[in-house]
């Protein structure tokens, strides 16, 4: 069985549909974060810190988690005016090209989580005490399954299972 396979209902589509609900519950959090800061600083004129930094672990949730979701289904942002009008085996090295970029990033950005969380760890959030591990760890787990996303893609294409994207149509 291959741990890294671009198949609908593969572990790589299960683990990122599963990042996608915890980011549409963590979506529903921050939106009732707003309504209730807004309400606390209008009604009641009482700021709250802990929202606002509740509010920030969401959207960093909700970035990183929805991230390796899109890019397995190719859902996300693409400049392809280049590209489009290349053919062959130049398309192909281009499109290589860019996943290998990706999966470089991914490794990068890990490798930065890793030497940050080294000293932060040891540190918590000001407002409501979260660990920092704990606080940057939807990034580190986005950003982990980006890279096993990328490195599956790299392979595929590699030996030409990926097909084209489809050209994206304007409205």
């Not at 509010?55 to 392809?80: N, S």
Request: aromatic share 8%; charged share 15%; with cysteine.
């Amino acid at each position: 069985m291959q741990l890294l396979t671009l198949e609908v209902g593969g572990l790589l589509d299960r683990a990122s549909r599963l990042c996608v609900v915890v980011a549409v519950g963590m979506l529903f959090v921050m939106s009732a974060l707003i309504v209730l800061q807004v309400a606390a600083r209008n009604f009641v004129d009482l700021g709250l810190p802990w929202a606002n930094e509740l509010a920030r672990f969401t959207g960093i949730a909700l970035v990183y988690l929805t991230t390796p979701y899109l890019l397995l289904r190719e859902r996300h942002i693409a400049v392809d005016v280049f590209s489009s009008m290349l053919k062959g085996r130049s398309r192909l090295v281009l499109r290589l090209l860019t996943e290998l970029a990706t999966l470089t990033f991914a490794a990068l950005t890990l490798f930065g989580a890793q030497q940050f969380l080294m000293r932060a760890a040891k540190f918590s959030t000001p407002a409501m005490g979260m660990p920092n591990f704990i606080f940057y760890l939807p990034m580190v787990v986005g950003t982990a399954l980006l890279f096993a996303v990328a490195l599956a893609r790299v392979v595929a294409l590699a030996r030409g299972r990926l097909p084209d994207p489809e050209p994206a149509h304007l409205p």
